[in-house]
């Protein structure tokens, strides 16, 4: 049994969210560094190096990446043989969250009624949190500040269990075409296909986490990752809706089983901005 000081969390998920919500991941960094070199006209290939320009201001003059500073996300995946001391650990992912919020400082941006009062929680609590149980003495978070454009543009769909891959590509590639300039592109998608209703969204937001230059292991799904983003870029929408080929970035795909009469699959889109980190404690 090992145990963990929640105060340790509270520390490591505070510094994360000051972090990226300033500082642009290296890897995408370099990702928009190459769509600029590889972009086939002007007027998106200056908003690219605005873009770019945007991520060195925003970590010297420390100055949000975006305004929309997002909602925080959590995927903790817990070791069995872990034992929490201190204070709660959903309490202490929101202190967290509130403190960095205060300090930063973030827009807020939650309301804590959806339709009728939307009163503004004004921390930006609650986070949203999932939890999984896994073996070992490793605690595991997945932290972003996922902004609302891109989430707003996101979908899924139950496809017939006949559905064949050409038909899964057009349909990713068709809800992201019809989003246009809306999720702010260039984009990230995760596609979740398999499980059931509720697991499928969360496999394609799981899959924002994954390497942009990685690919699946199983080498069919690692093409139907090259041809979502082929066909997607073809299409021309291209960064913040200004034409080009680079509309997408990168497309990563988690699978999970699923019922013999369902094929569930789901997109999450990710902006530009992509502010991502893994804590391992």
């Excluded at 903790?76 to 930063?104: N, V, Y």
């Excluded at 978070?141 to 057009?170: H, R, Y």
């Excluded at 499980?195 to 499928?200: H, L, Q, S, V």
């Excluded at 680079?246 to 901005?273: D, E, F, G, K, M």
Aim: net charge negative; hydrophobic share 40%; glycine share 8%.
């Amino acid at each position: 049994m090992r145990f963990i000081d929640t105060s340790l969390i509270y520390t490591a998920v505070y510094e994360t969210i000051c972090k990226i919500s300033f500082v642009c991941d290296p890897q995408l960094h370099e990702a928009i560094l190459e769509a600029q070199h590889r972009e086939t006209e002007d007027l998106p290939r200056e908003i690219l190096g605005m873009i770019i320009q945007n991520h060195n201001y925003a970590s010297e003059d420390i100055i949000p990446l975006c305004q929309d500073t997002g909602t925080t996300l959590i995927f903790a995946e817990i070791g069995t043989d872990i034992h929490f001391s201190g204070k709660p650990f959903s309490e202490t992912i929101q202190a967290a969250t509130a403190d960095a919020q205060h300090d930063c400082p973030l827009r807020a941006s939650i309301v804590l009624e959806p339709i009728f009062e939307r009163n503004n929680s004004k921390n930006n609590c609650p986070a949203v949190i999932h939890y999984e149980l896994v073996p070992g003495d490793k605690l595991r978070l997945l932290v972003a500040q996922k902004g609302g454009g891109a989430e707003n543009m996101s979908f899924m769909k139950m496809l017939s269990p006949s559905a064949s891959a050409d038909t899964i590509v057009d349909f990713v590639a068709e809800g992201v075409i019809a989003a246009g300039s809306r999720p702010c592109p260039p984009l990230i998608l995760g596609v979740g296909i398999g499980g059931n209703f509720e697991e499928a969204p969360l496999l394609a937001k799981k899959a924002l986490f994954l390497d942009l230059n990685g690919h699946h292991q199983d080498p069919r799904y690692a093409e139907l990752e090259k041809r979502i983003v082929a066909k997607i870029n073809h299409a021309g929408c291209g960064v913040q809706g200004f034409g080009g080929n680079n509309t997408v970035l990168s497309a990563r795909i988690i699978t999970a089983p699923c019922h013999i009469a369902s094929l569930p699959v789901a997109v999450n889109l990710q902006c530009h901005v992509h502010r991502h980190e893994e804590i391992i404690i």
